[in-house]
């Protein structure tokens, strides 16, 4: 009998990322298709990513998700960045090509169907508040100014990546862009369409903390969208629903970049559908 116990690795590395629920979604499309498929949760310190992506050449690796600290750090180790990627300045997925480590985003693509397709409405025209200008935030940031929006303001409390974001933004786009000093609370502006936060700001374990905003100034029919899949119902979240804002959760850009990546690695459509209701078990949605 003629078998195969070849495990093809992905994974994911990050510090912290015991958290990450990738593995839900990416394990129960891998069985729903019947793909020898394994993904891995690794912590990597941010002192250990060249030795990290070391081994995943030595492991053979097939592809690996960065999360935070590494989607900016990694660019100097890879053999190749997408365009998209380059301009963004960040990779959240890495394909292998051959011998070759080829960088990606799909952070952006997948918060933009889930804005779409969830939230049921398009950036374009609309005046956005993004909060933090790390790796997730500029591939969030410029996805949207392709998109058409017409205004973007960069919240960051670093100066030097605010700017750098909006600058970006303004001469790589037919968007504007602004960088605005996070003074806590940060007031949003009356003509706010849509909020997004960014950062990691009370992703678990410190679930209960939330951005320092003015939630007085979240009005009904603005849209507010958190990246955080863990927990998906922020207190972020849930400050705007009280106020009669729209929200999006963290879960749709998860599972839609998710897909993305996929796909790039193992050539086959992802099974959406199975992805999604993974996590949402996992989570008792």
């Known amino acids: 009998m003629e078998a195969n116990y070849l495990d093809n690795l992905v ?3 990050g510090s912290p990322v015991a958290e990450n629920p990738t593995v839900v979604m990416m394990e129960a499309g891998f069985r729903e298709l019947g793909l020898n498929w394994k993904y891995l949760t690794i912590e990597v310190k941010k002192e250990d990513l060249e030795d990290a992506i070391r081994g995943l050449k030595a492991f053979n690796m097939r592809g690996i998700n960065l999360t935070i600290p590494h989607k900016i750090e990694v660019l100097k180790y890879l053999d190749e960045v997408a365009d998209d990627a380059r301009l963004m300045g960040a990779v959240n997925t890495v394909r292998r090509e051959g011998s070759k480590l080829i960088g990606e985003n799909t952070d952006g693509k997948g918060f933009l169907r889930s804005l779409r397709e969830d939230g049921g409405t398009t950036p374009a025209e609309k005046n956005i508040v993004l909060l933090g200008a790390g790796g997730a935030a500029r591939a969030i940031g410029v996805e949207l100014a392709l998109a058409g929006a017409q ?3 960069i919240v960051n409390r670093t100066p030097a990546r605010g700017n750098e974001l909006a600058e970006l933004i303004n001469g790589k786009t037919d968007a504007s862009a602004e960088y605005i000093a996070w003074d806590v ?5 009356g003509d706010t369409d849509i909020l997004v936060n960014a950062t990691s700001i009370g992703l678990f374990p410190d679930i209960k ?3 320092g905003i003015d939630y007085s100034s979240i009005r009904p029919g603005m849209i507010v969208c958190d990246v955080i899949p863990n927990p ?3 207190v972020f979240l849930k400050e705007a629903e009280n106020r009669g804002a729209k929200t999006l959760d963290g879960l749709g850009m998860l599972v839609y970049q998710g897909t993305i990546g996929f796909k790039m690695w193992t050539g086959v459509d992802a099974p959406v559908s199975e992805m999604k209701a993974a996590l949402k078990q996992a989570f008792g949605l």
């Open 11 to 13: 994974g994911v590395f």
């Open 151 to 153: 205004h973007l303001r």
């Open 185 to 189: 609370p940060f007031v949003l502006p």
């Open 209 to 211: 903390a939330k951005p």
């Open 232 to 234: 998906p119902r922020t």
